[in-house]
């Protein structure tokens, strides 16, 4: 059973959510021949002031 697992920065629609979800699945079953009841996807939403790159905090305001 393919578990794919996603970690982004919070803040995407849930519409937005669920087509990432519905594409992911659709590309695991075609990758590796998954029957599509057996994908699951899991979505981590990391607040933005959590988030950093390069030593910094990437996010210092709901805009950036």
Same mark, same amino acid.
């Given at each position: 059973?393919? %578990? &794919?697992?996603?970690?982004? /920065?919070? =803040?995407?629609?849930?519409? @937005?959510? #669920?087509? $990432?979800?519905?594409? $992911?699945?659709? #590309?695991? /079953? ?9 994908? +699951?996807?899991? &979505?981590?939403? &990391?607040? +933005?002031?959590?988030? =950093?790159?390069? =030593?910094? @905090?990437? %996010? $210092?305001?709901?805009?950036?």
């Amino acid at each position: 059973m393919p %578990f &794919i697992e996603v970690t982004m /920065v919070e =803040g995407r629609t849930d519409a @937005q959510k #669920a087509a $990432l979800i519905e594409k $992911l699945t659709d #590309a695991a /079953v075609e990758a590796v021949g998954a029957p599509i009841e057996a994908v +699951r996807v899991c &979505i981590r939403e &990391i607040p +933005r002031e959590n988030w =950093g790159v390069a =030593g910094k @905090q990437k %996010f $210092l305001d709901k805009s950036g």
